[in-house]
T-cell receptor
């Protein structure tokens, strides 16, 4: 099956710093999503981004499907950004789709 | 409010005692799925359903059953739970089973099997 690799696995930031999280995938995908899992375990949609660039406040994401990677940018980080960031890719077709997750990047933002 | 709900949120049970975790969505979504999350392994798909009465195995279906008799509900059944099924479980839904759409997750169910 498809392999999804995220880097770095762990990241510690001082509040206010910027960061870039990377997601590489081993095969063509139909789609890609970024999620944030907060310290309480809740999974929150960040971006639904099969290609191109999207921005939402301090967060933005870019997917280059032809080169099989996606990047998540966090600017001016805040302690509430702490948690685990997952990318998940969609593989399938002809009416059958599966979502495969990377193992995540654990982000800790310290005051 | 559009949402995916799961019940129970927390469950401690014993080996072999059948249990059901319910999942319901109020968005008229066609696609629903179940995942389990384990330390070091990330989230893995257990089963998914493209629509009513249409279900298929994900990556880790062993030991689980599902059914999709109504569009809004997608229960996960553990006929004979074992300790290796101790995990955090998530239900999710998305609009269409034909073309991929953004997926929305429930709050999670933390299951402990003793």
């Amino acid at each position: 099956g498809i392999q999804v690799e995220q880097s770095p696995p762990d990241l510690i930031l001082q509040e206010g710093a910027n960061s870039t999280l990377r997601c590489n995938f081993s095969d063509s995908v139909n789609n890609l999503q970024w999620f944030h899992q907060n310290p309480w375990g809740q999974l929150i949609n960040l971006f639904y981004i099969p290609s191109g660039t999207k921005q939402n406040g301090r967060l933005s994401a870019t997917t280059v499907a032809t080169e099989r990677y996606s990047l998540l940018y966090i600017s001016s980080s805040q302690t509430t950004d702490s948690g685990v960031y997952f990318c998940a890719v969609v593989v399938g077709g002809a009416g059958s789709y599966q979502l495969t997750f990377g193992k995540g990047t654990k982000l800790s933002v310290i005051p | 409010e559009a949402q995916v709900t799961q019940n129970p949120r927390y469950l401690i049970t014993v080996t072999g005692k059948k249990l059901t975790v319910t999942c319901s969505q109020n968005m008229n979504h066609e696609y629903m799925s179940w995942y389990r999350q384990d330390p070091g392994l990330g989230l893995r798909q257990i089963y998914y359903s493209m629509n009513v009465e249409v279900t298929d195995k994900g990556d880790v279906p062993e030991g689980y059953k599902v059914s999709r008799k109504e569009k809004r509900n997608f229960p996960l059944i553990l006929e004979s739970p074992s300790p290796n099924q101790t995990s955090l479980y998530f239900c999710a839904s998305s609009l269409s089973g034909v073309s991929w759409n953004e997926q929305f997750f429930g709050p999670g169910t933390r299951l402990t099997v003793l």
